[in-house]
């Protein structure tokens, strides 16, 4: 019968990886406050169903 000896030391350290990726590190980073996105967005909103500029009319 063939014992594998390294299962323990692999299964340890896939153990620990899996662990890592199921609880991760708070990411270093900005966060935005709910507010200022719904600011931007409403900003966003009104920009985009404003009607267009009107063009000059041409003499052609």
């Known amino acids: 019968m063939v014992t594998d000896r390294t299962a ?5 350290a896939l ?3 899996v662990e890592g990726l199921l609880s ?3 990411p270093d980073g ?7 996105c719904g600011d931007g967005l409403l900003l966003a909103a009104l920009l985009l169903i404003s ?4 063009r000059p ?4």
Not at 8 to 12: A, D, G, L, M
Not at 57 to 60: I, L, R, V, Y
């Open 8 to 12: 323990p030391i692999e299964t340890t």
């Open 15 to 17: 153990t620990t990886e």
């Open 24 to 26: 991760p590190e708070e």
């Open 30 to 36: 900005v966060f935005r406050d709910t507010r200022e």
């Open 51 to 54: 009607p267009p500029t009107p």
């Open 57 to 60: 009319k041409t003499d052609h």
